[in-house]
């Protein structure tokens, strides 16, 4: 795994309080949240989901895999 899906994961997990299951959608509010790139090759300052979503940011879409863990 790249360094970058460990950032975005631990940021889902630390980030969040809202409980996603599997086959959830992430809120377009979550999605424009900003997070501080400080380690990895990403071409921003920071990082939001939007970035990764077509519809938000101009037509390129990509794939994103998000592994969420639960604490129980």
Same mark, same amino acid.
């Given at each position: 795994? +790249?360094?970058? +899906? #460990?950032?975005?994961?631990? %940021? ?7 409980? #996603? /299951? ?6 377009? /509010?979550?999605?424009?949240? $900003?997070? $501080?790139?400080?380690? @990895?090759?990403?071409?921003? /300052? ?7 979503? @077509? $519809? %938000?940011?101009? @037509?390129? #879409? ?8 639960? @604490? +129980?």
């Amino acid at each position: 795994m +790249t360094k970058l +899906t #460990y950032l975005i994961m631990i %940021l889902f997990s630390a980030g969040f309080s809202q409980v #996603y /299951e599997i086959g959830d959608q992430v809120s377009i /509010e979550h999605q424009m949240m $900003e997070f $501080e790139v400080c380690y @990895g090759d990403y071409p921003l /300052e920071n990082l939001k989901l939007a970035d990764f979503n @077509g $519809e %938000l940011n101009g @037509g390129n #879409y990509a794939i994103t895999f998000i592994a969420l863990q639960s @604490g +129980t």
